[in-house]
């Protein structure tokens, strides 16, 4: 089946540096989701990518998918204590139903 | 305008027996479905509902049961619970059954001992 593939599990950062999430499928997306999950809180919708080699940026966030719509990246510019979370991407193979990757726990130092 | 709405938000089972969590969506949504959270894990498919029909399933065993209802609440069902099926199990509501983003409601955490 499909597979979402998220990479690193962790990283800690210094406020202000930069911070970046890979996301790979096994298998040709339809689209790709974002979402961001605060500590002890619920997954909440950052960003959607349909379209092959998309970019979108949101303030200090810049989400891209890949050429061939098996890769994602979700880059933040000069972290805040704000940015602190899991972040998940999400994909859509076909009729297949929303699958998540494991993850990328962001924490920062002050 | 309230947001997805699950209950209860905590809730302490043991082995063998079974369990109904509650979720409402947002008003409008048609759509609802459930994912299991295991600590440390992305959330896991389990189900989908779109106007009190079953339009998808994850790979979880028969002992996981779900249903929507006319105002398109819904509830999941475990039964003869395992110590494995302790997590957050999260309902998000989304209009339709499309790639569309999904809202999610706070969870419910679950304790099986």
């Known amino acids: 089946g499909q597979q979402v593939m998220q990479i690193p599990q962790y990283q800690h950062v210094q406020e202000g540096e930069d911070f970046t999430t890979y996301c790979n499928s096994s298998?040709?997306?339809?689209?790709i989701q974002w979402y961001k999950q605060r500590p002890g809180g619920h997954p909440v919708f950052l960003i959607q990518l349909v379209k092959s080699g998309e970019v979108k940026k949101q303030k200090r966030l810049t989400f891209q998918f890949g050429e061939a719509k098996k890769n994602s990246s979700l880059h933040i510019t000069a972290t805040q204590t704000t940015d602190v979370g899991t972040y998940f991407c999400a994909g859509i193979q076909g009729a297949q139903k929303l699958v998540f990757g494991q993850g990328t726990r962001l924490t920062i130092n002050p | 305008d309230a947001g997805v709405t699950q209950s209860p938000t905590h809730l302490i089972k043991t082995r063998g027996q079974h369990v109904t969590l509650r979720c409402s969506p947002i008003s409008g949504h048609k759509s609802v479905s459930w994912y299991q959270q295991v600590l440390g894990q992305g959330p896991q498919f389990i189900f989908q509902y779109y106007e009190k029909e079953e339009r998808g399933r994850g790979n979880f065993p028969d002992r996981f049961s779900a249903r929507q209802f006319p105002n398109y609440s819904s509830e999941l069902n475990v039964n003869a619970l395992l110590l494995g099926d302790s997590a957050l199990y999260l309902c998000?509501?989304?209009?339709?059954?499309?790639?569309?983003?999904?809202?999610f409601g706070s969870g419910t955490q679950l304790s099986v001992l």
């Open positions: 998000a509501s989304s209009l339709g059954t499309g790639n569309e983003k999904l809202f």
């Open positions: 298998t040709t997306l339809s689209n």
